[in-house]
């Protein structure tokens, strides 16, 4: 199936970028901000939402209010010389899904096999799972001291 590349007009930007801020602001005050009525900026979405643009609406949970202020990206490189080697997401994968302070991880291409963002209780937590993952392969972590979201427009 061939897909469809939908272009978006600088009034489509400034309403995903509000809606990048706060997916539950109502249609009246997205309009308010791009400057548009209530019925047009509620179209322009659902023309966004059938293009696969806006794929969904998520809740993004502050995981220091849950206790985990150890937050970390890990980057994750197999061991070529392992016996993991011929089938390596059989045995990551499941180890990463089972581990409840991982938040979401991604399989990458180039030097490096997965990125993962996980948030930990503590840094001995952060610690232990580290060493579970190196005994497949290279890691690399980077704790995260902030956060911000910045969605911006093709020139």
Do not use: C
């Not at 409840?100 to 232990?128: M, S």
């Amino acid at each position: 199936m061939d897909e469809k590349k939908t272009t978006l007009d600088s009034t489509d930007w400034k309403i995903l970028a509000e809606l990048q801020k706060d997916a539950r602001l109502p249609f009246q005050k997205i309009g308010e901000s791009v400057g548009m009525t209530r019925p047009a900026v509620r179209e322009r979405i659902t023309r966004m939402e059938e293009a696969g643009i806006i794929s969904g609406y998520h809740a993004e949970i502050n995981v220091d209010r849950l206790g985990r202020n150890v937050h970390a990206l890990i980057s994750f490189k197999f061991d070529s010389d392992t016996r993991y080697a011929e089938k390596p997401n059989d045995v990551l994968m499941p180890l990463l899904d089972s581990t409840q302070e991982v938040i979401r991880y991604w399989e990458i291409y180039g030097d490096l096999d997965f990125l993962i963002e996980a948030a930990f209780a503590t840094k001995d937590r952060l610690h232990g799972f580290l060493d579970d993952l190196r005994n497949y392969g290279f890691v690399r972590s980077h704790l995260i001291a902030s956060f911000a979201r910045r969605l911006q427009q093709d020139e």
